[in-house]
């Protein structure tokens, strides 16, 4: 079994920043991409940014510029590094994982809790 743990998540005015943090724990062989969704009350959930085993990432055009993520691969974790935060970005947050388990060689998609991300204008 694979766990993510988020953690960075807040309360943060209009202009200001926040880090998030995600680490998988559990067994597994590698991780493919990494990245973070996010989910608005009555919107569905959307990508917001994604980075691969190598670095390349892909970025939503509503974060390009402002956010940047980020991933340590020796401690099997994530971050996503928010600047210039707006009240659009209010939403939970989601750490995402595609992960090679151990034992089998399927690749699977594993989700964290969620942290709730609120931005006061």
């Known amino acids: 079994q694979v766990q993510l743990v988020e953690s960075g998540g807040g309360l943060v005015q209009a202009g200001g920043s926040l880090r998030l943090s995600c680490a998988a724990s559990g067994s597994f062989f590698s991780i493919n991409t990494m990245g973070w969704y996010r989910q608005a009350p009555g919107k569905e959930r959307e990508s917001v940014a994604i980075?691969?085993?190598?670095?390349?990432?892909d970025y939503a055009d509503s974060v390009k510029g402002r956010f940047t993520i980020s991933r340590d691969n020796a401690k099997n974790s994530v971050h996503l590094q928010m600047n210039s935060l707006e009240p659009e970005d209010t939403a939970v947050y989601y750490c995402?994982?595609?992960?090679?388990?151990?034992?089998?060689?399927?690749?699977?998609?594993?989700w964290g809790q969620g942290t709730q991300v609120t931005v006061s204008s």
């Open positions: 995402n994982a595609k992960i090679q388990g151990r034992w089998y060689s399927a690749i699977l998609s594993y």
């Open positions: 980075i691969s085993s190598g670095g390349r990432t």
